[in-house]
């Protein structure tokens, strides 16, 4: 960059880095002691302006290629302009610069992802807008390179052959890199925007961020919401600037979006350090109190979101003032928030449950939310339905259910509007158990207290003149707990077995796992216990039996001459991890690794547990030559053998295994087999790939294995999509360098496609953009669904000052109702034309896998030894 340049841009930034959130807001540790006080407003960081002081490497590189191609096409939209009678040097129109970007990558599918990937660039200051007014738009506006701004370099011509083939490779290896970094920037871009420039659809971006950020999860979806619309994004370039002193006036709320912070206090120096996700600087404003500490950044490039005062006080203002609480014997019993309705509906507010205790949430719901005719599930109601298990068992449900629907057996005389009364309230606990029943289908029906209570509900009902408009539900509830009574007898006595060298469970048959068959908590499961010496013993439990009993059972078999409180259950894993099973775990043998084995041990002697020989070879499995398969007739076989596995998931095994099984005594089978399909389908590929020697059949196996990820994305099938895509960037795999230059450049762009789809960045906004496009039926990506689980768990208190923390419950609920959605359709996909159909669904339902790394690895070094340089 030439001489004239560089001082044209720092002039740029001396007199703009208020606006960037750079100048007198904060201050370097060298200037001096008195910093220059922060405005008590700022104004907001301008969009248009650069983030950095200077562009990455990286960047640089991708404009000059950007730029190099653009200005080799005679055509394209790189020319000089006249604006306003000047002549500005190679600019382009926004919508034209989309255009071509469109059409030069494949990776790239929308305008909107194109903006985000120029938008990339200006928040760099590799790309400008000619009068550095805008951020990038798909409009009319004039953008141009910084190489070619005033001062900057000579004019070239058509660069040189080399130059071009040069620009041609790193586009192709980088522009991924680019693809990812667009949605960060446009959310970046949106956030340094004033709050009344932000539309409707920039809010509801910003807020699907916050969802995620740990610093603001113990905070109400209004309270997010509002926040979306007043956050403002600041970007420091240089460690070592203060952004504020011991002692200042609290003006603003920080969050760390990159980077860290050392907090300072006179006399002590750093006492912590601060980190991505961390907040800062509340407890000043809060009791309107000087700075308890200095904050120093400790990196370059830290990003932050600010919140000011008076934002931040207004924003708690109305909180108190929108919250209504009922109190019994002087103790909140119920927390209510009022919130904004929705456009079309009648009243301007309404109130949504916060916190409560839960007989207090349940008489809310009956009181309030029943008896009403209000199309749709209630959402409040849906949330209490599909959570109630981790604050209420279904035993003190139905009792309290029992209790509202029997009220006037304690009554002596009863006037007209009593009995009225209590007519209304037996109609609406006959309404919860419908609604119950649709919300969890056969899972209401595993309790025998509710089967009775449906039963005596049912009796009254027909002695009840006053509920006659009520036996058609009833008869409703009745008929499908007949169904579910008769299905439950039909698979009684249902048998699991788990085979000794790590393939799928499956029935003791020998069949592939029959269509939605769901495993049972009382189903017997056949499966072997070994001790250290690698002796075992067979056994055969129901599903729900506890780690304490299947421990105790094989130490005698074993004869371990040890008492139960010396001994453990011990996974051992096919790379000699191990991991111990609480006593009172359940659905033990289901909850193994591919290749894990279960093993019992003297607590004090658990390092002399090894893995077993056979665990680093392949699980035993068809074999068969993959070439002679069809691609789609394997993705299709896939598809419907893992839907059957997904539909088998109850939306409850997702509470059980974020809370614990053990917490509920309920097991989680169903689920710990779809999350072993996912690693037996990661896996398989790594071992296919790297037990072949031949280098003209990898080849062919990594294109095959690419069409099977584009075919498992075309039947919705994402969770085989990401297995496939996760075994190909597998270590093991993407270290076959020679494999990898002889795939088509064809093949490799839409293996980059799919690898920005799982990129997990921004907590896999990619794909999440992407399946929020999707129509049901789908097979989502379990172990991201489980992350959100684990993710609301760990971030928010279950209990809050004694009561239910039900914001916590909501979050929970909107994970579980995407199984449902995803389910909500039947799936019907159109069968490939049958060319070997037995052999393939047998293959596909059992595949040879070694999931053990050091394995992997040392196989893929075999079959192709690293270069020397």
């Known amino acids: 960059m030439s001489n004239k340049n560089k001082e044209l841009m720092n002039d740029i930034f001396t007199n703009c880095k208020l606006k960037n959130g750079f100048g007198p807001s904060v201050q370097q540790t060298a200037a001096a002691p008195s910093p220059t006080k922060r405005p008590l407003s700022p104004d907001h960081p301008n969009p248009a302006l650069p983030i950095t002081e200077t562009p990455s490497p990286a960047m640089s590189r991708m404009g000059w290629a950007l730029r190099t191609l653009l200005v080799a096409d005679n055509s394209s939209c790189l020319k000089d302009r006249k604006?306003?009678?000047?002549?500005?040097?190679?600019?382009?129109?926004?919508?034209?610069?989309?255009?071509?970007?469109?059409n030069l990558a494949p990776i790239v599918h929308t305008r909107a992802q194109a903006a985000g990937m120029w938008q990339a660039l200006v928040e760099e200051g590799v790309l400008t807008h000619v009068n550095k007014e805008q951020p990038f738009k798909d409009k009319c506006f004039l953008y141009r390179f910084r190489l070619d701004e005033e001062g900057g370099a000579p004019a070239v011509g058509i660069p040189q052959a080399e130059d071009q083939h040069a620009a041609n490779e790193h586009i192709r290896e980088a522009l991924s890199a680019l693809f990812q970094r667009g949605p960060d920037a446009t959310l970046r871009m949106i956030l340094r925007k004033p709050s009344h420039e932000r539309t409707s659809e920039e809010l509801e971006l910003v807020f699907e961020e916050l969802v995620h950020i740990a610093a603001l999860s113990h905070l109400s979806t209004s309270i997010k919401r509002e926040l979306s619309s007043i956050f403002v994004f600041e970007a420091h370039a240089q460690a070592g600037t203060i952004l504020f002193n011991q002692g200042d006036e609290g003006r603003s709320w920080y969050i760390l979006l990159k980077g860290s912070v050392d907090v300072v206090i006179h006399g002590k120096g750093t006492v912590a350090t601060l980190k991505t996700g961390d907040d800062f600087g509340k407890l000043a404003l809060i009791n309107d109190a000087p700075r308890a500490a200095t904050i120093v950044l400790k990196e370059n490039n830290c990003h932050l979101l600010r919140v000011d005062k008076e934002h931040f006080n207004r924003i708690l203002r109305d909180v108190e003032a929108n919250t209504l609480r009922l109190q019994e014997h002087g103790k909140d019993v119920l927390v209510l928030e009022r919130v904004a309705k929705q456009r079309g509906q009648h009243s301007a507010f309404k109130y949504t449950v916060m916190s409560g205790t839960p007989a207090k949430m349940l008489e809310h719901l009956l009181e309030t939310r029943l008896g009403q005719s209000v199309g749709g599930m209630d959402p409040f109601l849906d949330d209490f339905l599909l959570t109630h298990i981790v604050f209420m068992p279904v035993v003190q449900l139905v009792d309290e259910l029992a209790n509202y629907f029997h009220c006037d057996t304690h009554e002596d005389a009863?006037?007209?509007?009593?009995?009225?009364?209590?007519?209304?309230?037996?109609?609406?606990?006959?309404?919860?158990?419908?609604?119950?029943?649709?919300?969890?289908?056969?899972?209401?029906?595993e309790e025998p207290s509710v089967c009775d209570f449906i039963e005596d509900l049912a009796a009254e009902v027909e002695a009840d003149p006053d509920l006659n408009e009520e036996t058609s539900i009833v008869h409703n509830v009745l008929t499908q707990m007949a169904r579910y009574q008769e299905d439950r007898n039909q698979n009684a006595g249902q048998k699991w077995k788990l085979p000794p060298n790590g393939q799928p469970i499956c029935l003791f048959s020998g069949n592939a796992t029959p269509s939605k068959t769901v495993i049972r908590p009382d189903d017997d499961i056949i499966f072997r216990v070994y001790c250290a010496d690698h002796t075992y013993c067979t056994l055969r439990f129901p599903m729900h039996t506890t780690a304490e009993l299947i421990k105790a059972c094989a130490a005698d078999k074993l004869q371990l001459n040890r008492g139960p409180e010396d001994l453990c259950l011990v996974e051992v894993r096919s790379n000699g991890e191990r991991s111990v099973f609480k006593d009172n775990d359940v659905s033990i043998p289901t909850g193994l690794s591919l290749n894990g084995r279960l093993f019992v041990s003297v607590k004090d002697h658990l390092d002399a547990l090894t893995q077993l020989q056979e665990q680093e070879c392949p699980t035993e499995g068809v074999d068969i030559d993959l070439e002679i398969l069809s691609t789609k007739e394997l993705a299709y076989h896939i598809t419907l053998f893992e839907w059957d596995l997904f539909y088998a998931v109850h939306e409850y095994e997702l509470l059980y295994h974020t809370f614990g099984r053990h917490h509920f005594g309920k097991i989680t089978a169903n689920l710990d087999v779809f999350l072993r399909r996912f690693n037996e389908v990661q896996y398989w590929i790594v071992t296919e790939l790297v037990s072949t020697p031949s280098l003209s059949k990898r080849v062919g196996l990594v294109r095959k294995f690419i069409k099977l990820a584009a075919y498992c994305k075309e039947y919705q099938n994402l969770n085989a999509f990401f297995a496939v895509v996760m075994g190909l960037s597998n270590m093991a795999v993407s270290r076959l360098q020679q494999t990898w230059e002889k795939i088509p450049s064809k093949f490799r762009k839409i293996f980059q496609e799919f690898e920005a789809l799982i990129d997990?960045?921004?907590?896999?906004?990619?794909?999440r953009v992407f399946v929020g496009k999707l129509q049901p039926p789908l097979i989502p990506f379990m172990p991201l669904l489980l992350k959100d689980m684990t993710f609301a768990h760990e971030g928010n208190k279950t209990s809050l000052d004694g009561l239910v923390n039900f914001e916590k419950m909501h979050m929970m609920a909107q994970t579980m109702r995407t199984i449902r959605f995803c389910r909500s359709r039947s799936l019907g996909l159109e069968p490939p034309s049958p060319k070997s159909e037995g052999e393939v669904r047998s293959y596909i339902s059992s595949f040879r896998v070694i999931d053990n790394q050091r394995v992997l690895t040392a196989m893929s070094q075999k079959v192709e030894p690293t270069r020397k340089l």
């Open 83 to 102: 604006v306003s009678g000047k002549l500005i040097r190679k600019c382009a129109p926004g919508t034209e610069l989309v255009d071509w970007l469109v």
């Open 414 to 445: 009863q006037t007209p509007e009593d009995r009225e009364y209590i007519v209304n309230f037996k109609k609406r606990v006959i309404q919860f158990m419908q609604k119950w029943v649709m919300a969890v289908r056969h899972a209401a029906f």
């Open 760 to 767: 997990p960045s921004r907590n896999h906004r990619a794909y």
